[in-house]
């Protein structure tokens, strides 16, 4: 988008033709949309369940795919959307299905075990990512975290080497303790204090208060539960089978990780999506950053939108976070077709397309655009 085509959009109509989308779908959120939900977090517990039934028996991507894709659908179908509100208003639904009550005390380890602290979670991407979206200020802004992989000495494959280990452990080395980072700096804000500057070294060290609370916060309920207690209830089928579910669990950890990369990781990013210098102005302009700093992959069927986990929808979603997963697929040619009446480039692509164009930019090859620039 050029600079004259982004400055050239009526902010005041964009805004006015966006809400009168949002009046007429929240304002119709129903039970329905909550069994909607319900289906799809059953086919993440089905997926689950298969995966470990059949994860005894060898070492197989098959069960380790199946485990890997429920804890995908935990995280970013049913605790995305549920910790975004997107239920909140439903009445006569179970209080752990609403933002209140989804993943706290003990139901954390049923409703949606992780690496990441969800309290922690829920202020990192939903407080601070999607108010402040491509700014410098946003955690999540890929060509600001990968300045100096960018700027680096290191040759183009090796930069692609080093991408390819932190898709596959990213969840642990970034997201885990970026979250919680974030969480106790607001935490420490609301209370008087101020934002402690802690070196990686501090983060990772138990020994350090950073560190034990990463350890006792993030590493060790997930680390004990997935890689310790499960392969051990195994373990009456006989040692070789509880070796067979860990060896499952470590290939499936490794393909969560990648998978959420795959999805996550280019939904803002590539040379063809804008990041900001300043904070957006007025709602019209909020608006439209959340378009033009978004992209969006085929989307449309409930199969389709399991396996990209909703985030197929990251255009309507920063529009409406407080959505429901069903409509999304409701708002998303409605969306379009406002987009088409402005004049505002409407990016939706392949996954694979956008990862390239998203690694191109993590290495250095390319740069995001920026309105005073372009």
């Given at each position: 988008?050029?600079?004259?085509?982004?400055?050239?959009?009526?902010?005041?109509?964009?805004?006015?033709?966006?809400?009168?989308?949002?009046?007429?779908?929240?304002?119709?959120?129903?039970?329905?949309?909550?069994?909607?939900?319900?289906?799809?977090?059953?086919?993440?517990?089905?997926?689950?369940?298969?995966?470990?039934?059949?994860?005894?028996?060898?070492?197989?991507?098959?069960?380790?795919?199946?485990?890997?894709?429920?804890?995908?659908?935990?995280?970013?179908?049913?605790?995305?959307?549920?910790?975004?509100?997107?239920?909140?208003?439903?009445?006569?639904?179970?209080?752990?299905?609403?933002?209140?009550?989804?993943?706290?005390?003990?139901?954390?380890?049923?409703?949606?075990?992780?690496?990441?602290?969800?309290?922690?979670?829920?202020?990192?991407?939903?407080?601070?990512?999607?108010?402040?979206?491509?700014?410098?200020?946003?955690?999540?802004?890929?060509?600001?975290?990968?300045?100096?992989?960018?700027?680096?000495?290191?040759?183009?494959?090796?930069?692609?080497?080093?991408?390819?280990?932190?898709?596959?452990?990213?969840?642990?080395?970034?997201?885990?303790?970026?979250?919680?980072?974030?969480?106790?700096?607001?935490?420490?804000?609301?209370?008087?204090?101020?934002?402690?500057?802690?070196?990686?070294?501090?983060?990772?060290n138990p020994l350090k208060p950073a560190g034990k609370d990463l350890w006792l916060s993030c590493m060790l309920p997930y680390g004990t539960v997935q890689f310790v207690v499960i392969p051990l209830l195994f373990l009456p089928l006989g040692a070789v089978?509880?070796?067979?579910?860990?060896?499952?669990?470590?290939?499936?950890?490794?393909?969560?990780?990648?998978?959420?990369?795959?999805?996550?990781?280019?939904?803002?990013?590539?040379?063809?999506?804008?990041?900001?210098?300043?904070?957006?102005?007025?709602?019209?302009?909020?608006?439209?950053?959340?378009?033009?700093?978004?992209?969006?992959?085929?989307?449309?069927?409930?199969?389709?939108?399991?396996?990209?986990?909703?985030?197929?929808?990251?255009?309507?979603?920063?529009?409406?976070?407080?959505?429901?997963?069903?409509?999304?697929?409701?708002?998303?040619?409605?969306?379009?077709?406002?987009?088409?009446?402005?004049?505002?480039?409407?990016?939706?692509?392949?996954?694979?397309?956008?990862?390239?164009?998203?690694?191109?930019?993590?290495?250095?090859?390319?740069?995001?655009?920026?309105?005073?620039?372009?």
């Amino acid at each position: 988008m050029t600079v004259k085509k982004y400055h050239a959009v009526d902010r005041v109509q964009l805004a006015k033709d966006i809400d009168a989308v949002q009046k007429e779908l929240l304002g119709n959120t129903t039970i329905d949309d909550f069994n909607h939900l319900k289906k799809i977090e059953s086919w993440g517990r089905i997926c689950t369940g298969l995966g470990y039934a059949t994860a005894w028996i060898i070492p197989n991507p098959v069960s380790a795919y199946l485990i890997s894709q429920g804890n995908f659908t935990r995280w970013t179908t049913v605790a995305h959307h549920i910790l975004h509100r997107g239920y909140d208003k439903i009445d006569g639904i179970p209080a752990h299905y609403t933002s209140k009550g989804f993943a706290k005390g003990w139901r954390r380890y049923w409703d949606w075990l992780d690496w990441m602290y969800p309290a922690a979670w829920d202020t990192e991407h939903n407080d601070i990512h999607h108010y402040h979206l491509g700014e410098e200020i946003d955690p999540d802004q890929v060509e600001f975290n990968m300045e100096t992989l960018r700027q680096s000495n290191i040759p183009t494959w090796g930069r692609y080497a080093l991408l390819a280990m932190m898709a596959a452990s990213w969840k642990i080395i970034y997201y885990a303790s970026s979250t919680l980072t974030e969480h106790r700096a607001i935490q420490a804000k609301e209370q008087g204090g101020k934002r402690n500057q802690i070196s990686r070294a501090d983060m990772w060290n138990p020994l350090k208060p950073a560190g034990k609370d990463l350890w006792l916060s993030c590493m060790l309920p997930y680390g004990t539960v997935q890689f310790v207690v499960i392969p051990l209830l195994f373990l009456p089928l006989g040692a070789v089978a509880a070796t067979n579910v860990l060896i499952n669990v470590l290939i499936a950890e490794v393909f969560t990780n990648l998978h959420s990369f795959l999805v996550i990781g280019p939904n803002h990013t590539g040379e063809d999506v804008m990041m900001f210098d300043n904070k957006a102005k007025g709602k019209g302009e909020f608006y439209l950053r959340q378009i033009v700093g978004s992209v969006n992959y085929p989307s449309g069927t409930n199969v389709l939108d399991f396996l990209h986990g909703w985030l197929n929808y990251q255009i309507e979603h920063h529009l409406w976070p407080e959505m429901t997963a069903s409509q999304y697929q409701k708002a998303q040619p409605l969306v379009k077709a406002i987009c088409e009446k402005h004049n505002i480039p409407y990016i939706q692509e392949s996954v694979f397309t956008r990862l390239r164009k998203t690694l191109h930019v993590m290495v250095g090859k390319t740069s995001m655009l920026r309105p005073a620039i372009v």
